[in-house]
């Protein structure tokens, strides 16, 4: 296969956030939608922060939690309780690594 045949423009993905603990606090699973891929930047920035600066890691998640319509979710002083965050950023974490 040619690398070219993966080479696509990035897709909204719905992410679907059902840890026992957010269900039971919140009475039903969260979602929300991120792009399926992500620039070379991105990727980096999460990943040589990971365990190191979270400060990076929770200002680059914040630019790709996103609404149905790919609008971030967390602008100006909008923010989400912090196990939310946490599971936010676990979400999106696994997606870039796969």
Not at 77 to 87: A, N
Request: hydrophobic fraction near 45%; proline fraction near 6%; charged fraction near 30%.
């Amino acid at each position: 296969m040619e690398l070219k045949q993966l080479a696509a423009k990035p897709q909204l993905i719905k992410i679907t956030i059902d840890d026992e603990d957010i269900v039971k606090e919140y009475g039903e699973p969260l979602d929300f939608w991120t792009w399926d891929r992500q620039p070379m930047d991105v990727f980096l920035k999460i990943a040589g922060s990971q365990g190191k600066d979270y400060g990076v890691i929770l200002e680059t998640v914040k630019n790709l939690v996103l609404d149905e319509s790919g609008q971030p979710l967390m602008v100006d002083d909008v923010s989400l309780p912090g196990p939310v965050l946490m599971q936010v950023i676990n979400k999106i974490i696994d997606i870039l690594g796969k």
